[in-house]
Each structure stands twice: as C-alpha cells, then as structure tokens.
C-alpha cells in the first residue's frame, strides 16, 4: 500500500536519483533547473524550515517519488511554492503525483498560506495537465527567486479555505 510521509535523512540520495533521472529523461538536465540545484541531494536537509515540508511517497520500501512545499524568497508573505515534484518513470501514471500534490496542499492549507506558485517546462506536459486539473491556472511571468530560469511555464493556485 502507498503512503506519503515526510522524508527522511535517509531518501536524499534516491530522491535527487528520481529527480535527475526525470529530468534527463525529458531532455532537461540543463543549467536553470532543479538538476543543478544544490539543495537536490540533501532535500531532507534544506526542507528543516519553519512552514516547509517535503513528502515522498513510498509503496513497500521503495520510494515512488517525492514533492515539496517551500517559501521561497520574494514571494508574498501569503505564496509558497510547490518545488522538486517528480516520479520515478516506472511509477508515473498511477495516481502517485496527485497523491503527493494533494499532500501539499493540505500542507500549505494547514500552514496558512493562500496561494502555491509553480515553475514547469513544456516538455512535461502530463504534470502541467494534471496542475491544471486541480485548479492551478498559468501566469505571464515568474514569482519569487527560485533561480530556475529554464522554467518557462508559470502557474498558481488559489488555496480556498474551507468553511
């Protein structure tokens, strides 16, 4: 059975193996992404942050994928940013990805936040339709200083509080 938990010391070193490993597969491992991103192989560590979490998602020992919920510097007080979201290729296709986004965004719910800002590329179109999905809508133009100057889609998705 699948679980998502917040990730241990432990996951580094197959989180950013499942991070770069997605993004070679789409042709992305190029500077302004999350594969040059020195915070990619020690997630758990850059993640000890007040009203930050990452979550992986793990079936049997084995560790599916992972996503993260950061308050990134120069976005407003009341957006946080949902980074590092990816999913081993031989896991993708069955729920894992919106399990883990949907994590998220209790998270940043439960946090206070009233927004999630993303970055993405076109070349992964799945992810991009499945944002769409669960309510982000595009931008014109980037937030914050994520670095990731290779992302040219830019999305947000209004946290509706519930009543």
Same mark, same amino acid.
């Given at each position: 059975?699948?679980?998502? +938990?917040?990730?241990?010391?432990?996951? @580094?070193?197959?989180?950013?193996?499942?991070?770069? =490993? %997605?993004?070679?597969? &789409?042709?992305?491992?190029? /500077?302004?992404?999350?594969? &040059?991103?020195? %915070? !990619? $192989?020690?997630?758990?560590?850059?993640?000890?942050?007040? =009203?930050?979490?990452? &979550?992986?998602?793990?079936?049997?020992?084995v560790i599916l994928g992972g996503?993260?919920?950061? /308050? !990134?510097?120069?976005? /407003? $007080?009341?957006?946080?940013?949902?980074?590092?979201m990816y999913v081993s290729s031989?896991? =993708?296709? =069955?729920?894992?990805?919106?399990?883990?986004?949907?994590?998220?965004?209790? &998270?940043?719910? %439960?946090?206070?936040?009233? @927004?999630?800002?993303?970055?993405?590329?076109?070349?992964?179109?799945?992810?991009?339709?499945?944002?769409?999905?669960?309510?982000?809508?595009?931008? $014109?133009?980037?937030?914050? @200083?994520?670095?990731?100057? %290779?992302?040219?889609?830019?999305?947000?998705?209004?946290?509706? +509080?519930?009543?």
């Amino acid at each position: 059975m699948m679980k998502i +938990r917040l990730i241990a010391p432990s996951d @580094n070193v197959l989180m950013a193996a499942i991070l770069r =490993r %997605s993004l070679e597969e &789409f042709g992305l491992n190029i /500077p302004g992404t999350a594969y &040059f991103d020195e %915070s !990619t $192989d020690r997630l758990f560590e850059s993640f000890q942050k007040e =009203r930050a979490a990452y &979550f992986v998602a793990e079936e049997n020992g084995v560790i599916l994928g992972g996503a993260g919920i950061y /308050p !990134t510097e120069g976005l /407003p $007080d009341d957006t946080v940013e949902l980074v590092k979201m990816y999913v081993s290729s031989a896991h =993708r296709g =069955r729920g894992v990805g919106k399990k883990l986004l949907l994590k998220a965004i209790e &998270f940043a719910k %439960s946090c206070g936040y009233q @927004n999630i800002y993303l970055e993405t590329m076109p070349e992964l179109s799945a992810a991009v339709s499945a944002y769409i999905k669960l309510g982000f809508t595009s931008l $014109d133009k980037p937030l914050g @200083n994520t670095g990731h100057f %290779s992302c040219t889609i830019w999305m947000l998705k209004e946290l509706k +509080r519930d009543v």
